[in-house]
């Protein structure tokens, strides 16, 4: 029975240590972020590393980061090597918001031509991924066909 005991006890910790954690409130997304992987997964199951390929237009974008206020803002910081994108892009996300709801994080922007935006949501450490599935969001312009877009963030 002792054994027992301390085997149930092991494997309660284990699952503890390792399980993706998931913050009751804004206090586990509030702070600054780096975009650290981007994959898109096609409708056929091909998978494309979208950060590589948007780096390689754009080298600045390998260096933008995010922060996520506590009162549900959301603000891009472009670096000045990104030249004249960087006030484009600063102001496409100046009005941006996000909000978690169970284990889905949304993002609206007043953009035009960008609907609000919902994800899966994980934690694991200082590290934060969202999955965009696109049959969940069916507003969100699909010209590629992709089926999802994994985003993992590291917290800086």
């Given at each position: 029975?002792?054994?027992?005991?301390?085997?149930?006890?092991?494997?309660?910790?284990?699952?503890?240590?390792?399980?993706?954690?998931?913050?009751?409130?804004?206090?586990?997304?509030?702070?600054?972020?780096?975009?650290?992987?981007?994959?898109?997964?096609?409708?056929?199951?091909?998978?494309?590393?979208?950060?590589?390929?948007?780096?390689?237009?754009?080298?600045?974008?390998?260096?933008?980061?995010?922060?996520?206020?506590?009162?549900?803002?959301?603000?891009?910081?472009?670096?000045?090597?990104?030249?004249?994108?960087?006030?484009?892009?600063?102001?496409?996300?100046?009005?941006?918001?996000?909000?978690?709801?169970?284990?889905?994080?949304?993002?609206?922007?007043?953009?035009k031509g960008f609907p609000p935006a919902t994800c899966a949501i994980s934690f694991q450490g200082n590290t934060m991924t969202w999955v965009f599935i696109y049959a969940d969001n069916p507003e969100t312009p699909n010209p590629t066909k992709a089926q999802k877009?994994?985003?993992?963030?590291?917290?800086?």
């Amino acid at each position: 029975m002792h054994r027992s005991f301390i085997f149930t006890l092991f494997i309660t910790l284990v699952g503890t240590a390792y399980r993706p954690t998931l913050p009751s409130t804004f206090d586990g997304v509030t702070g600054t972020w780096k975009r650290t992987a981007m994959t898109m997964v096609d409708t056929s199951g091909k998978t494309t590393d979208m950060l590589q390929m948007m780096t390689k237009s754009m080298h600045c974008i390998k260096d933008i980061t995010y922060t996520f206020s506590g009162d549900g803002r959301l603000k891009s910081n472009v670096p000045d090597a990104c030249g004249s994108l960087k006030k484009t892009i600063e102001s496409m996300n100046s009005e941006a918001r996000w909000s978690i709801s169970g284990r889905k994080i949304t993002v609206t922007t007043t953009t035009k031509g960008f609907p609000p935006a919902t994800c899966a949501i994980s934690f694991q450490g200082n590290t934060m991924t969202w999955v965009f599935i696109y049959a969940d969001n069916p507003e969100t312009p699909n010209p590629t066909k992709a089926q999802k877009i994994t985003t993992v963030y590291q917290r800086i």
